[in-house]
């Protein structure tokens, strides 16, 4: 079975909830005119204009919360975990240094690590030198988010059977998380011919299908391979849906297909994200692995009789492709 690229830095959405604050201030030498507070599902929580370098933002206070601050229009963001009243942020010669949160502060010198460790020639067997340290740190962390990060960064460097093991070990945050969770769930999974969607008035349906009801049945076809727990499918959803609206009387048919994803969380997203067309379910992976989806979102349009017509879509290229076929 192949693996898709796990190696993210960004953990997976968390809900807050508390009414007491978490006040994320910080000094910044880079030339933007503000920062920006967002959740791990890409929602606005606060945003501080950059005054003499320094900036104010403030978010609920809760250990389960994990935000990241985002400079400017640039999408690198320094992701943090909401546990302590008072969180600091220095950028030093671009590189930021966490003070007032002892998990932020983990979190941080784990992830640069990860990433100094990645991209140093002279480490030798990179897989197994990361996948040592991140099970060390999941065994400490078995209920928390970092541990959450480095579940998914080690997901991607151990067997399956390991896996297994390690996630019977975690906590409610381990488990319930969307894209940890939704591996185990692959796992322990055997193939399925259903679809998920959700009616106008809210009711969510299951009902049987397969992909070639959808897909080289006589209709141009877009199909969205996404998970809930990616950021960046979060931000592509918007745009499947329009397309989605604008074309669905021309004949286009569209469908999603999550992957890695617990149904719990596929099914919140859609109904978060206004998604109105059908969710295949593809659990044991063998469409992602037929189309070799290594990354997402990968947005594929296929024509009538079942071939690629364009691959691996974003943003205004999606119409793009549409208009010129429809």
Not at 58 to 82: M, T
Not at 112 to 140: C, G, H, N, P
Request: aromatic share 8%; hydrophobic share 45%; with cysteine.
């Amino acid at each position: 079975m192949k693996k898709l690229l796990l190696f993210s830095l960004i953990l997976a959405s968390m809900a807050a909830c508390g009414s007491r604050e978490c006040v994320i201030t910080g000094t910044i030498t880079d030339q933007v005119d503000s920062v920006t507070l967002i959740d791990m599902s890409g929602n606005l929580l606060d945003a501080s204009a950059v005054t003499d370098g320094s900036f104010t933002l403030k978010c609920a206070l809760n250990p389960e919360l994990g935000v990241s601050v985002v400079r400017g229009d640039a999408y690198f963001p320094i992701v943090l975990i909401a546990d302590s009243p008072a969180i600091n942020i220095t950028f030093a010669d671009g590189t930021p240094v966490v003070t007032g949160s002892p998990l932020s502060e983990e979190l941080q010198e784990y992830q640069q690590w990860v990433f100094k460790t990645y991209m140093d020639a002279t480490v030798t067997d990179k897989e197994k030198v990361i996948a040592d340290r991140s099970r060390e740190l999941y065994l400490s962390h078995t209920n928390d988010l970092v541990g959450v990060q480095a579940m998914t960064i080690l997901m991607a460097n151990i067997s399956e059977e390991e896996f297994m093991q390690l996630y019977e070990k975690g906590g409610k945050l381990i488990q319930e998380d969307a894209q940890i969770g939704g591996f185990y769930e692959h796992l322990k999974a055997v193939p399925q011919n259903e679809v998920i969607t959700i009616t106008a008035n809210g009711e969510v349906v299951m009902e049987k299908a397969s992909f070639e009801d959808f897909v080289g049945a006589g209709k141009y076809a877009l199909v969205d391979f996404w998970a809930s727990w990616c950021g960046p499918c979060r931000v592509e959803a918007p745009n499947v849906v329009a397309a989605y609206e604008k074309y669905r009387d021309k004949g286009l048919v569209v469908i999603g297909i999550p992957v890695n994803d617990k149904q719990d969380a596929t099914i919140k997203a859609m109904k978060d994200l206004g998604i109105n067309y059908p969710q295949l379910l593809d659990p044991s992976e063998v469409l992602a692995e037929k189309f070799d989806i290594t990354g997402i979102p990968h947005i594929i349009l296929f024509a009538p009789d079942g071939s690629i017509v364009a691959n691996d879509l974003r943003g205004p290229a999606i119409d793009a492709a549409l208009s010129k076929v429809l």
